[in-house]
């Protein structure tokens, strides 16, 4: 975690002594391939990403699946229909192609594939997925954290698994982050990277925790949430993120 920052020293001032900013891959690399699939992660970690972010769903004989809606569309004669996750076997997800050539991963795929090569950030989509994906993630040997919009799934796997990581999520101006952070056991805090401010960021460094912005999709705007002192940039193309992600701009 990082340090607090001095009495009197505000997390914008504080963020020139942290001169690095981790660059995460969004669902891999979803601007050259299809998000959520194994060659999407390799792009991902051969453009540069220092860890990836993905969603995590739970078939129904319990296995962590990676894939970002809840169901998949599956071609049938003489139409394309879609099924849930949750209703699927993993025999029958598992030859399903989701783009031609592409099909959808396990967890411990993934997790395999990025165990030498960086972080991955595992957000937990799927109704009652906590106890799965973690057993997954603890068997892997990868580094990961945990994240959600669902706080009581973030609250659960800390009881669950209180040496994994975990994060919370907002796609609105979080109220009181710091009692969020305390109630759901969190240490990363991921905004959209549109509603953050000092003030935010520098609430959630006091407490101890991350900002991990998401998703960053240009230079300009990474470089303007650097200044901030954003703790990690997630975005869609991480070549754009490089530049602001090395050095603080001052």
């Not at 799934?153 to 209180?162: D, E, I, S, T, W």
């Not at 000092?198 to 998703?215: K, P, Q, Y």
Request: proline share 8%; hydrophobic share 40%; net charge negative.
């Amino acid at each position: 975690m990082p340090p607090n920052p001095p009495a009197g020293t505000s997390a914008l001032d504080a963020s020139s002594s942290r001169p690095h900013v981790e660059r995460i891959g969004h669902r891999g690399a979803p601007r050259d391939i299809l998000e959520n699939t194994l060659p999407s992660f390799e792009r991902a970690f051969t453009l540069g990403a220092e860890a990836v972010e993905l969603d995590v769903h739970l078939t129904v004989d319990g296995t962590p699946v990676v894939h970002h809606d809840p169901d998949v569309p599956i071609q049938t004669r003489p139409r394309r229909v879609t099924r849930p996750i949750a209703s699927m076997t993993w025999k029958e997800l598992s030859p399903v192609e989701i783009s031609p050539g592409l099909t959808i991963p396990t967890l411990e795929q993934v997790l395999a594939l990025a165990r030498d090569r960086g972080m991955v950030y595992v957000e937990l989509k799927g109704k009652a997925v906590e106890e799965r994906a973690l057993a997954v993630i603890r068997a892997s040997g990868a580094r990961c954290a945990v994240h959600s919009f669902d706080h009581h799934a973030v609250k659960h796997a800390a009881r669950l698994a209180p040496d994994i990581p975990r994060g919370v999520l907002f796609d609105e101006y979080p109220r009181d982050v710091v009692g969020t952070m305390r109630e759901a056991s969190a240490r990363d805090v991921w905004p959209q990277w549109q509603m953050i401010d000092g003030r935010l960021v520098e609430s959630v460094h006091n407490e101890g925790g991350r900002v991990i912005a998401w998703t960053v999709n240009s230079t300009r705007d990474a470089q303007r949430l650097v200044r901030l002192g954003v703790d990690g940039l997630c975005g869609d193309d991480v070549r754009l993120l490089e530049s602001a992600s090395t050095s603080r701009v001052e």
